[in-house]
Nanobody
C-alpha cells in the first residue's frame, strides 16, 4: 500500500522559510515523478514543483522559480520542498503526489498525501 505523508507546514511571516517533507513508502518509485501541488480556498489545485525520482530533473511553476527547491533523498525515501522568500499568496494546503510519466497535471498523479497547511502572514 503506497503512502505519502507530508509534514513541515505551519505559519510563517512573509519573507520567511519553511521546508516540507514527504515520506514515501509502499513501492519503489523508480521511473516516477514526485510532485508538490497546492490548493488555496476557492481555487483549483495547482502544480508547484516536480522531481524525477530516478534522474533528479526538476520542474517548477513560474511563480516559485528562484524561491522554492524540490529535492529527493534515496536513503530516506523522502522528497523535500524548501520554500524561501515566502509570500502571502503562497498560502495553501500543500500536497505531495506521485505519478508515472506525468509532471504537471494533477489528474495524472496516482498517489496523494493528506496535505499540510502553509500560511504566510503579511
Amino acid at each position: 500500500q503506497v503512502q505519502l505523508v507530508e509534514s513541515g507546514g505551519g505559519l510563517v511571516q512573509a519573507g520567511g522559510s519553511l521546508r516540507l517533507s514527504c515520506a514515501a513508502s509502499g513501492r519503489t518509485f523508480s521511473g516516477y515523478y514526485m510532485g508538490w501541488f497546492r490548493q488555496a480556498p476557492g481555487k483549483e489545485r495547482e502544480f508547484v514543483a516536480a522531481v524525477s525520482w530516478s534522474v533528479g530533473s526538476t520542474y517548477y511553476t513560474d511563480s516559485v522559480k528562484g524561491r522554492f527547491t524540490i529535492s529527493r533523498v534515496y536513503a530516506k525515501n523522502t522528497v523535500y520542498l524548501q520554500m524561501n522568500s515566502l509570500k502571502p499568496e503562497d498560502t495553501a494546503v500543500y500536497y505531495c503526489a506521485a505519478a508515472r510519466g506525468a509532471r504537471y497535471s494533477p489528474h495524472e498523479y496516482d498517489y496523494w498525501g493528506q496535505g499540510t497547511q502553509v500560511t504566510v502572514s503579511s
